[in-house]
């Protein structure tokens, strides 16, 4: 079970805009230009969201002039904290396939 | 009276009692080699060429060419045609395996379920498809829902699902209760080549003739021999063919 170390991760400046943001996998250039969020900072959040298994590295894609680009992606859906007895959180990680079959499942027992 | 899709393979639809279960999933059972590719094209190409029913084939095992070359191969020549047409839509391995992103694939296979009228569909393979999921109760969870899903959007299903053995009883899968029916095709070697065999273990709702029955894959593909008689099981006499 994580605690207040993933707490204060999720505290610090544009983390929790950065997981908003990855949805899709993107580069730590990609996510300072569309978070406004300098450089430095961007590559410090991920390194401190990727020890909390918050963010995974997805995969590394080259770029135009053929240099690997690495990208992220954020492996949670939702984290949710207790506060009774020592702080702690839930984290619901995140499976694609699993989601979108059930999405479609759920609307085909509505009909 | 319960509807029935027809293969159109020769000597399957007899063995069935006329064919398929509209809407059920079938699993199609074997070993490398067995021909359970050659049976889900056959079934999508008949659909087209027969039945004047539209076909969706999932391979996880071949891009599209191969498939085509395949199909030709065996000679179903208007493969490409129906391709073009529409009638026949491949989703091949490099669109279901794009950028690892196997999850867009789907939304795409859903979409185009909701938007196009397909009545048939091939997954090749069952095999390759559970490798998305992380654990058994996963895989049957979802494999389960899958199945709804596409009995839903009024298809009639093949999954093909690799098998070690020739004689399944030894590792039958989970996947073997889930699905409505299981054929499988077995071969064994013999001088000349291989002896090949179908066997309809299970079809529900269904009467189905429960013996293991010849089969030869030749141009025009899969022949299964219903009468014993027009074919050796033993190998050791010549076919009449």
Known sequence: MAGVDTIRTLGNKYSAEILSATDEAKSAQELSEELDVPIATCYRRIDELQEQDLLELHDSVLSDDRRRIKVYRRSVESVRVEFDGTPSVDIEERSEVTNTLDEAWRTLSET | ?241
Request: hydrophobic share 40%; charged share 25%; net charge negative.
């Open chain 2, 1 to 241: 009276m319960v509807e029935l899709v027809r293969t159109g393979i020769e000597g399957l639809d007899e063995i069935l009692n006329g064919g398929i279960v509209k809407h059920s999933t079938t699993l199609v059972s074997g070993n490398p080699g067995a021909g359970k590719s050659v049976m889900g094209l056959q079934y999508i190409y008949n659909g087209v060429d027969l039945f004047d029913q539209r076909g969706l084939y999932l391979t996880f095992e071949e891009n599209a060419q191969d498939l085509r070359q395949a199909a030709e191969s065996i000679g179903f020549e208007n493969w490409e045609e129906y391709v073009e047409a529409g009638d026949i839509t491949v989703f091949d391995k490099q669109t279901l395996l794009r950028e690892h992103e196997f999850d867009a694939s789907l939304e795409l296979l859903l979409e185009e379920l909701a938007e196009e009228d397909y009545e048939r569909l091939v997954l090749d393979s069952l095999t390759m498809f559970q490798l998305f999921f992380e654990d058994e109760q996963e895989k049957r969870t979802y494999l389960l829902k899958f199945i709804d899903i596409l009995a839903d959007n009024g298809l009639t299903t093949l999954m093909t699902n690799e098998q070690g053995a020739v004689f399944p009883e030894t590792d039958i899968g989970l996947e073997n209760f889930l699905t409505d029916g299981n054929i499988y095709l077995l071969q064994t070697p013999t001088d000349s080549g291989v002896n090949r065999y179908a066997w309809v273990a299970k079809m529900r709702k269904q009467d189905v003739d429960t013996d293991i029955f010849p089969m030869e894959i030749d141009e025009g593909g899969i022949t299964v021999f219903k009468n014993a008689s027009e074919f050796s099981m033993m190998g050791g006499e010549e076919s009449p063919l």
